[in-house]
């Protein structure tokens, strides 16, 4: 079993930059490929970033590409997203997620575990 708890989200004016973070409890942490999604009002989740178990090979959506880092730290637990040139677009509720597969994918149906969530939101 795995608990995850996002933090980091806020207000920024577009162009900003943030840095979410993902606490995870549980032993068998770093045996998992780490997800993060995003929901905007109105809209579906869809997949932001992976990274798989040792943070050697990373997914991004072509949205966030070159924009969004992420990348983790099995030591302390956590999983961290960097968002930087934010737009409005980007505004949404974003998750973490893990899954119990081995390899990461921008399905979110594969993840079996979800954090609660945290804002962000982009003000032009």
């Known amino acids: 079993q795995v608990q995850l708890v996002e933090s980091g989200g806020g207000l920024v004016q577009a162009g900003g930059s943030l840095r979410l973070a993902c606490a995870a409890s549980?032993?068998?942490?770093?045996?998992?490929?780490m997800g993060w999604f995003r929901q905007a009002p109105g809209k579906e989740r869809e997949f932001v970033a992976a990274?798989?178990?040792?943070?050697?090979?990373?997914l991004y959506a072509n949205s966030v590409k070159g924009r969004f880092t992420i990348s983790r730290d099995n030591a302390r637990n956590t999983v961290n997203l960097n968002l930087n040139n934010l737009k409005p677009e980007d505004t949404a509720v974003y998750y973490c997620?893990?899954?119990?597969?081995?390899?990461?994918?921008?399905?979110?149906?594969?993840?079996?575990?979800w954090g609660q969530g945290t804002q962000v939101t982009v003000s032009s």
């Open positions: 997620a893990a899954q119990r597969r081995s390899i990461p994918t921008m399905n979110s149906l594969f993840y079996d575990y």
């Open positions: 549980g032993r068998t942490f770093s045996n998992y490929p």
């Open positions: 990274i798989n178990w040792s943070g050697s090979s990373t």
